[in-house]
């Protein structure tokens, strides 16, 4: 056998040995996941409360191994939920396995998803809700790019980033509202700018519904971004004295000193706020995702 044919041969079994052995750290988790896959309802809540939760997932990725693996803390993102017993839910990085895996688990609630392109392993920004508590009325999702109507990609953006929507109705007062949840590009600053700026001319076109935006803006408060979000939203956090400043992308506990990267925002007029939590729950040391939660209380008003 010539000696070019073994080096290949060398290298090829190498890499299919790299290959098994990734597999095997990547699903170390799987029987317990298995197992400890469990249904959860959610709690009473005030009739006249629209709690929301904004929950960057952190996609299934073949660098997260051991506790970082999603087959490990899925559960410690649904002990998460339990706890703050949010009545409307966006999800931000939700591959496909991971949404069935929260369909399976949270009982009472009805959820919208549009995944961002075809790839075996695409993303989308589902919206859960409580069925007890909001009726469905209208729901949507748009790429942000210069053609939303189709998956579409623009301005350099690393991805397609897409933005899913809601109009629901109250069903104790019956007011209605619309809730947009989305993920901007974290490459392209003028993908963000832009992408914003499609999310908030779709907004426009429900005239005075009230509206809310959730979601990971992969972008501080001093960037343009935020300053187009906010020239007709307000930032929850700053619209109570019970709020809490903190970062919300932490790359597992390694920057907790870094800036808000994810945001919810309400239109000026529609809600009141009652708090705002950055939700920084760990388990044994153990981060559910690299991205902390944010937790809100709001009334319709």
């Not at 390694?254 to 809600?271: E, V």
Request: charged share 25%.
């Amino acid at each position: 056998m010539k000696k070019w044919v073994k080096v290949i041969l060398g290298i090829v079994a190498v890499l299919l040995a790299i290959v098994i052995c990734w597999g095997g750290l990547m699903f170390w988790h799987y029987p317990h996941y298995k197992e400890q896959k469990r249904v959860i309802s959610a709690a009473e809540q005030s009739i006249d409360e629209v709690r929301v939760m904004s929950c960057n997932l952190r996609c299934i990725s073949p660098t997260d191994l051991g506790k970082k693996s999603w087959f490990y803390r899925a559960d410690l993102i649904i002990k998460n939920i339990e706890n703050e017993n949010p009545g409307i839910i966006g999800f931000q990085e939700a591959t496909k396995w991971q949404y069935g895996y929260i369909c399976d688990t949270l009982d009472g609630y009805d959820s919208i998803i549009t995944y961002r392109d075809n790839a075996f392993n695409s993303e989308g920004c589902p919206i859960f809700y409580r069925t007890d508590m909001y009726t469905l009325i209208d729901k949507g999702s748009f790429w942000l790019s210069e053609t939303p109507d189709e998956m579409s990609k623009d301005w350099n953006s690393a991805c397609y980033r897409i933005c899913s929507y809601v109009i629901l109705k109250d069903n104790a007062s019956d007011r209605e509202f619309v809730v947009f949840n989305t993920h901007l590009d974290h490459i392209s600053d003028e993908a963000r700018i832009k992408g914003i700026g499609v999310v908030l001319d779709k907004i426009e076109q429900f005239g005075s519904l009230p509206s809310m935006i959730m979601g990971d803006f992969n972008a501080e408060e001093d960037s343009e971004t935020y300053k187009s979000a906010t020239e007709n939203f307000l930032d929850v956090k700053y619209q109570t004295e019970n709020t809490m400043t903190s970062c919300t992308y932490q790359n597992w506990g390694k920057a907790l000193d870094r800036d808000c990267i994810d945001y919810l925002m309400i239109s000026k007029i529609g809600f009141t706020v009652n708090s705002y939590k950055v939700v920084t729950d760990t388990y044994d040391g153990v981060y559910p995702s690299d991205h902390f939660p944010l937790s809100v209380s709001l009334t319709l008003s």
